[in-house]
């Protein structure tokens, strides 16, 4: 991913682990509560199969359509 675009994305991870805040279910290997960035950051890099710096370019709106998907639904 182009820089530009990578720069994009990561405001986008953090406005939407801002937003998801206190509302990640509790899990018992978090017990001083979950890290919402990093679930983001570790969804998207399961869902495609690289860090978001490492995606293509190409795939920059279904990555952030994902991530509206995971704000939107944060079980």
């Not at 018992?28 to 370019?57: M, T």
Request: one cysteine or more.
């Amino acid at each position: 991913m182009n820089k530009e675009n990578s720069v994009k994305l990561w405001k986008i991870i953090q406005e939407t682990g801002d937003y998801l805040l206190g509302q990640l279910p509790d899990h018992p290997n978090h017990p001083k509560g979950r890290n919402p960035y990093a679930h983001v950051a570790l969804c998207v890099k399961e869902k495609f199969n690289a860090s978001y710096k490492d995606i293509q370019d190409e795939k920059l709106e279904d990555v952030i359509k994902f991530i509206d998907f995971l704000k939107k639904n944060p079980n």
